[in-house]
Protein backbone atom coordinates (compact mmCIF):
# COMPACT_ATOMS: atom_id res chain seq x y z
CA UNK A 1 0.00 0.00 0.00
CA UNK A 2 3.08 2.16 0.93
CA UNK A 3 4.52 1.54 -2.59
CA UNK A 4 0.91 2.37 -4.40
CA UNK A 5 0.83 5.54 -2.54
CA UNK A 6 4.71 6.87 -2.95
CA UNK A 7 4.04 6.22 -7.06
CA UNK A 8 0.79 7.68 -7.07
CA UNK A 9 2.68 11.11 -5.16
CA UNK A 10 5.41 10.25 -7.60
CA UNK A 11 2.99 10.33 -10.89
CA UNK A 12 1.32 13.71 -9.17
CA UNK A 13 4.61 15.57 -8.30
CA UNK A 14 6.07 14.84 -11.63
CA UNK A 15 2.85 15.70 -14.51
CA UNK A 16 0.62 19.00 -14.31
CA UNK A 17 -2.88 18.64 -13.96
CA UNK A 18 -5.65 20.22 -13.19
CA UNK A 19 -7.74 20.83 -9.86
CA UNK A 20 -10.55 18.53 -11.46
CA UNK A 21 -8.29 16.30 -12.58
CA UNK A 22 -5.89 15.65 -9.58
CA UNK A 23 -9.27 15.14 -7.17
CA UNK A 24 -10.97 12.93 -9.57
CA UNK A 25 -7.51 11.07 -9.86
CA UNK A 26 -7.54 10.43 -6.53
CA UNK A 27 -10.77 9.85 -5.60
CA UNK A 28 -11.07 7.01 -8.01
CA UNK A 29 -7.91 5.55 -8.42
CA UNK A 30 -5.30 5.59 -5.40
CA UNK A 31 -8.35 6.59 -2.90
CA UNK A 32 -9.96 3.02 -4.13
CA UNK A 33 -6.93 1.10 -4.30
CA UNK A 34 -6.28 1.82 -0.37
CA UNK A 35 -9.51 1.27 0.40
CA UNK A 36 -10.15 -2.14 -0.78
CA UNK A 37 -7.79 -4.69 1.29
CA UNK A 38 -8.42 -2.79 4.10
CA UNK A 39 -11.22 -4.82 6.06
CA UNK A 40 -8.48 -7.79 5.60
CA UNK A 41 -5.97 -5.91 7.50
CA UNK A 42 -5.57 -4.63 10.98
CA UNK A 43 -3.79 -0.73 10.55
CA UNK A 44 -3.05 1.33 13.44
CA UNK A 45 -4.17 4.97 13.17
CA UNK A 46 -0.54 5.91 12.76
CA UNK A 47 0.10 3.26 9.95
CA UNK A 48 -2.79 4.48 8.12
CA UNK A 49 -1.83 8.18 7.86
CA UNK A 50 1.95 7.20 7.10
CA UNK A 51 0.23 5.52 3.95
CA UNK A 52 -1.99 8.57 3.24
CA UNK A 53 0.83 11.06 4.33
CA UNK A 54 2.66 11.53 0.39
CA UNK A 55 -0.69 11.01 -1.16
CA UNK A 56 -1.77 14.23 0.84
CA UNK A 57 1.29 15.87 0.59
CA UNK A 58 1.20 16.57 -3.54
CA UNK A 59 -2.87 16.27 -3.62
CA UNK A 60 -3.55 19.32 -1.46
CA UNK A 61 -1.26 22.22 -3.73
CA UNK A 62 -2.65 20.21 -6.60
CA UNK A 63 -6.60 21.10 -5.54
CA UNK A 64 -5.31 24.27 -4.66
CA UNK A 65 -5.10 23.77 -0.74
CA UNK A 66 -2.44 24.87 1.62
CA UNK A 67 0.16 21.61 2.06
CA UNK A 68 0.48 22.25 5.77
CA UNK A 69 -3.87 22.68 5.72
CA UNK A 70 -5.12 21.03 9.16
CA UNK A 71 -5.32 17.11 8.77
CA UNK A 72 -8.45 17.98 11.28
CA UNK A 73 -9.88 19.72 8.31
CA UNK A 74 -8.87 17.22 5.61
CA UNK A 75 -10.25 14.65 7.51
CA UNK A 76 -13.49 16.48 8.35
CA UNK A 77 -16.88 16.29 6.61
CA UNK A 78 -17.96 19.04 3.91
CA UNK A 79 -20.71 19.79 5.81
CA UNK A 80 -18.34 20.96 8.55
CA UNK A 81 -16.16 22.85 6.15
CA UNK A 82 -13.41 20.17 5.98
CA UNK A 83 -12.31 18.44 2.34
CA UNK A 84 -14.52 15.44 3.17
CA UNK A 85 -11.45 12.88 2.86
CA UNK A 86 -12.37 9.26 5.26
CA UNK A 87 -9.15 8.12 6.83
CA UNK A 88 -8.22 5.07 6.16
CA UNK A 89 -8.46 3.96 9.45
CA UNK A 90 -12.20 5.21 10.06
CA UNK A 91 -13.04 3.45 7.24
CA UNK A 92 -11.50 0.05 7.98
CA UNK A 93 -13.30 0.52 11.40
CA UNK A 94 -16.58 0.93 9.63
CA UNK A 95 -15.91 -1.82 6.94
CA UNK A 96 -15.33 -4.20 10.50
CA UNK A 97 -18.68 -3.13 12.11
CA UNK A 98 -20.70 -3.65 9.03
CA UNK A 99 -18.91 -7.43 8.29
CA UNK A 100 -20.03 -8.37 11.90
CA UNK A 101 -23.63 -6.81 11.94
CA UNK A 102 -24.11 -8.39 8.67
CA UNK A 103 -22.68 -11.79 9.37
CA UNK A 104 -24.05 -12.32 12.71
CA UNK A 105 -27.30 -11.33 11.20
CA UNK A 106 -27.37 -13.53 8.18
CA UNK A 107 -26.03 -16.61 10.57
CA UNK A 108 -23.30 -17.29 8.21
CA UNK A 109 -20.08 -19.02 9.61
CA UNK A 110 -18.20 -16.18 10.48
CA UNK A 111 -21.07 -14.67 12.17
CA UNK A 112 -21.29 -17.74 14.78
CA UNK A 113 -17.38 -17.00 14.53
CA UNK A 114 -17.49 -13.59 15.77
CA UNK A 115 -20.02 -15.02 18.42
CA UNK A 116 -17.60 -17.31 19.86
CA UNK A 117 -14.94 -15.32 19.81
CA UNK A 118 -16.62 -12.87 21.70
CA UNK A 119 -17.75 -15.75 24.11
CA UNK A 120 -14.54 -16.63 24.93
CA UNK A 121 -13.21 -13.32 25.11
CA UNK A 122 -15.68 -12.88 27.71
CA UNK A 123 -14.98 -16.07 29.71
CA UNK A 124 -11.33 -15.02 29.74
CA UNK A 125 -12.33 -11.33 31.64
CA UNK A 126 -13.80 -13.23 34.26
CA UNK A 127 -17.53 -12.47 33.02
CA UNK A 128 -18.73 -15.60 33.38
CA UNK A 129 -20.54 -18.16 30.28
CA UNK A 130 -21.98 -16.47 27.77
CA UNK A 131 -24.73 -17.00 25.52
CA UNK A 132 -25.31 -14.72 22.61
CA UNK A 133 -28.57 -16.09 22.67
CA UNK A 134 -29.93 -14.64 25.61
CA UNK A 135 -27.49 -11.19 24.64
CA UNK A 136 -28.92 -7.83 22.94
CA UNK A 137 -26.60 -9.87 19.59
CA UNK A 138 -29.54 -11.97 19.34
CA UNK A 139 -31.59 -8.76 18.60
CA UNK A 140 -29.42 -7.94 15.50
CA UNK A 141 -29.43 -11.39 14.32
CA UNK A 142 -33.55 -11.39 14.10
CA UNK A 143 -33.87 -7.75 12.85
CA UNK A 144 -35.83 -7.60 9.70
CA UNK A 145 -34.34 -4.43 9.07
CA UNK A 146 -30.81 -5.16 8.97
CA UNK A 147 -30.82 -6.85 5.37
CA UNK A 148 -27.60 -5.56 4.42
Same mark, same amino acid.
Not at 58 to 70: D, E, K, Q, T
Not at 116 to 140: D, Q, R
Given at each position: MCNAADLWADQMRTGKVSRVDAWLSFSSTIYRTLVYPLPALNLTKEQCYYIV?? %???????? %?? /???????KLVFCPLKFLGLGIKHLHTVQEIAWIKSLISHVHKD??????????????? /???????????????????????LLL
Open positions: KP %ILTYLLPA %IG /VCRNFSRTLTGRLYCTSLEAFL /VELGLGFFSYSNYPLNKLRNAPH
